[in-house]
């Protein structure tokens, strides 16, 4: 009878399950939960392009490369080939270097409708790199005859005007700055300085 006994809590036991851990269960709910929530996140950013390359800020990308002794402000636009433009160092913030070119030969136009000749020789100036003054180089007689032709329409009642020269400075570099655009795609000459000025 004690033999029969224990084969009937033997048969119980057998046919019971115990019951899983509270805890355990828990733990994998959390878990799984987890994986779930970082899955559609990083699926998230994935999709949105948080992890495509950024697109370089070209002149944070200069200023970096001229930091680490690379072409910088004075290489090619990544962009569009255009030139940089030159920085020089300063502590308090960032500065253009300004550079200057003298064309050589002075210009030498009648004005008009008067009998008077004007002479002049000129300076130009930007902050680009050297690619500008070599495109001016390069278009150095299309650039004078540009020149000259802007300087033929000054009338003699125009020189006493107080900003003439200034006026006259800025139509010659208008005019420059078309005509690098239309051959080079690009003019880059900030402004533009009478070095000798006669009127005679």
Do not use: C, W
Not at 58 to 83: I, L, R
Not at 137 to 142: M, P, R, T, V
């Amino acid at each position: 009878m004690a033999e029969a006994a224990v084969e009937e809590v033997a048969e119980e036991g057998a046919g019971e399950k115990k019951p899983k851990n509270p805890i355990v269960l828990i733990i994998v709910g959390v878990v799984g939960l987890l994986v779930i929530l970082a899955s559609t996140v990083v699926g998230t950013l994935f999709l949105t392009g948080f992890f495509n390359p950024k697109p370089v800020d070209p002149e944070h990308a200069e200023a970096a490369a001229d930091a680490h002794g690379g072409k910088g402000a004075g290489g090619k636009d990544a962009k569009d080939g255009k030139p940089g433009k030159k920085t020089k160092e300063s502590p308090e913030l960032q500065r253009f270097e300004y550079t200057y070119l003298q064309i050589e030969r002075e210009f030498l136009v009648n004005l008009s409708g008067s009998k008077k000749v004007m002479s002049v020789q000129l300076a130009v100036m930007t902050h680009y790199d050297e690619r500008v003054f070599e495109n001016v180089k390069k278009h150095e007689f299309a650039l004078r005859s540009v020149i000259m032709d802007v300087m033929r329409q000054t009338q003699e009642a125009d020189l006493v005007k107080p900003d003439f020269r200034k006026e006259l400075g800025a139509k010659i570099r208008d005019a420059i700055n078309t005509l690098l655009e239309k051959y080079e795609d690009f003019g880059g000459i900030e402004d533009v300085y009478f070095t000798n000025f006669i009127v005679q």
